[in-house]
């Protein structure tokens, strides 16, 4: 077997995440550097599998972290995407009430797009709502033109390449498998060889944690994996959705709801639902995982998601 190779740092995981990461570290710093992805191909997990939005900030508390870092990380997206050549398309969406109910928490969400500096959003009557989606009803709107869409994957290729210019590597099929410490260096045992670095990002998405503790650390804390399973409009009906069309978030549920998509490549989802990755956790730790933190909620969302069960995408 070939000596290990040493690096300054390495970073676990090829996600958008792990690769943006790399990609500010061999900008900003004269370093040897490694991404070590366990797939095959990057951006195999969460990265190439969502909904493709690049969403405003409309959702979150004026003056939180998340409100900041979406809004100036939106418009850092669109500027690297025509940097780059990355497909992206800034068509804004429609968030529909279509109940009084729903009328206060559109009136809540204009609010805070407002303080987080989205001054072009727009109140939507009825006949408004269909100027934006033709096919569409509901009772009150609002129009966000912040919104887009975008090929993440290309992003993350993108950022893998930038990586490998600045001298860093980037190793698929690299899966780590054991981690020890020499002295002051730590040591990788991966699917691709052995890698030996002084310091190390975690940036394994759903693995995190386990991977926390392959390497000694207790995070304090046990992620439980959920999938969004979608449905795909058939080629003849696609023409009913021209963008983005959403639902005023409900209060019950700790996401934004089932809405309508245009992928940036082509075809409309609706969708998503949310599931337990079954294939990466058993049954048994994810509900103690879930009930350990908020049995009442976790009961709820796992009745509800069995309710509304779709086919997954193809």
């Keep these: 077997m070939p000596e290990a190779k040493k690096f300054d740092v390495a970073v676990i995981g090829g996600g958008i995440v792990g690769c943006a990461t790399a990609m500010a570290l061999v900008q900003r710093h004269a370093l040897s550097l490694v991404v070590l992805e366990a797939e095959p191909k990057l951006a195999a997990h969460?990265?190439?599998?969502?909904?493709?939005?690049?969403?405003?900030?409309?959702?979150?508390?004026?003056?939180?972290?998340?409100?900041?870092?979406?809004?100036?990380?939106?418009?850092?997206?669109?500027?690297?995407?025509?940097?780059?050549?990355?497909?992206?398309?800034?068509?804004?969406?429609?968030?529909?009430?279509?109940?009084?109910?729903?009328?206060?928490?559109?009136?809540?969400?204009?609010?805070?797009?407002?303080?987080?500096?989205?001054?072009?959003i727009k109140r939507l009557r009825p006949e408004e709502i269909r100027e934006h989606e033709p096919h569409c009803a509901g009772i009150d709107g609002l129009w966000v033109p912040y919104t887009g869409i975008v090929d993440f994957v290309g992003v993350t290729e993108t950022y893998a390449r930038i990586v490998q210019d600045n001298g860093g590597e980037v190793r698929t099929g690299a899966r780590v498998r054991r981690f020890a410490r020499d002295g002051a260096v730590f040591v990788l045992e991966t699917d691709a060889g052995t890698v030996r670095c002084r310091a190390l990002?975690?940036?394994?998405?759903?693995?995190?944690?386990?991977?926390?503790?392959?390497?000694?650390?207790?995070?304090?804390?046990?992620?439980?994996?959920?999938?969004?399973?979608?449905?795909?409009?058939?080629?003849?009906?696609?023409?009913?959705?021209?963008?983005?069309?959403?639902?005023?978030?409900?209060?019950?549920?700790?996401?934004?709801?089932?809405?309508?998509?245009?992928?940036?490549?082509?075809?409309?989802?609706?969708?998503?639902?949310?599931?337990?990755?079954?294939?990466?956790?058993?049954?048994?730790?994810?509900?103690?995982?879930?009930?350990?933190?908020?049995?009442?909620?976790?009961a709820r969302g796992l009745e509800a998601s069995g309710r509304t069960r779709i086919t997954p995408r193809r």
Aim: net charge positive; glycine share 10%; proline share 7%.
């Design 201 to 298: 990002v975690n940036c394994a998405g759903l693995q995190s944690d386990r991977v926390a503790r392959l390497c000694g650390v207790r995070p304090g804390l046990q992620i439980v994996p959920f999938r969004g399973e979608y449905y795909e409009i058939v080629p003849a009906r696609r023409h009913l959705v021209r963008n983005l069309i959403y639902p005023v978030p409900g209060p019950e549920f700790p996401f934004l709801g089932v809405h309508f998509t245009r992928m940036v490549k082509g075809g409309v989802e609706a969708g998503p639902n949310a599931v337990l990755q079954r294939q990466e956790v058993a049954l048994r730790d994810a509900w103690s995982g879930l009930t350990a933190v908020a049995p009442s909620r976790a």
């Design 46 to 120: 969460q990265t190439g599998n969502n909904s493709g939005v690049v969403h405003s900030g409309l959702y979150y508390k004026p003056g939180s972290l998340k409100a900041t870092n979406c809004v100036q990380g939106r418009e850092a997206l669109y500027a690297f995407c025509a940097e780059w050549g990355i497909a992206n398309d800034r068509c804004g969406k429609v968030v529909v009430a279509t109940s009084p109910a729903e009328v206060p928490r559109l009136d809540e969400l204009e609010r805070r797009g407002r303080a987080n500096g989205l001054a072009d």
